[in-house]
Nanobody, 122 residues
Framework: QVQLVESGGGTVQAGGSLRLSCTAS???????QAWFRQAPRKDRELVAR???????EYADSVKGRFTISKDIAENIYYLQMNSLKPEDTAVYYC?????????????????WGQGTQVTVSS
């Protein structure tokens, strides 16, 4: 069973930066990896997706500010978040193993981390 452990969340002022990490258990492999976020009273939304090391996709709201990447050797996925805004405040989740049916639907991803809180103050 794949285990994902996120870290790097916290509280930052608007305009600041954070880097989230998602460490996957040994032996896990997935062509697709994603970061989702869920703000209070809102649906979980796709923030960024990485396919096969180099192909990336971002939500319009984070384009130009967030970067998804992977350390292949260490099996760690990253989400670098710059120029943070108060509306970026949410719990951020990493996901692995896409099952088809649409990338933006969280039900189509099999494995999830526990989530890490990001709070951006104005």
């Amino acid at each position: 069973q794949v285990q994902l452990v996120e870290s790097g969340g916290g509280t930052v002022q608007a305009g600041g930066s954070l880097r989230l990490s998602c460490t996957a258990s040994e032996g896990s492999f997935s062509y697709n990896q994603a970061w989702f976020r869920q703000a209070p009273r809102k649906d979980r939304e796709l923030v960024a997706r990485l396919f096969h090391k180099t192909t990336t996709e971002y939500a319009d709201s984070v384009k130009g500010r967030f970067t998804i990447s992977k350390d292949i050797a260490e099996n760690i996925y990253y989400l670098q978040m710059n120029s943070l805004k108060p509306e970026d405040t949410a719990v951020y989740y990493c996901a692995l193993n896409y099952n088809g049916g649409g990338y933006s639907n969280p039900y189509n991803w099999r494995d999830w981390g526990q989530g890490t809180q990001v709070t951006v103050s104005s």
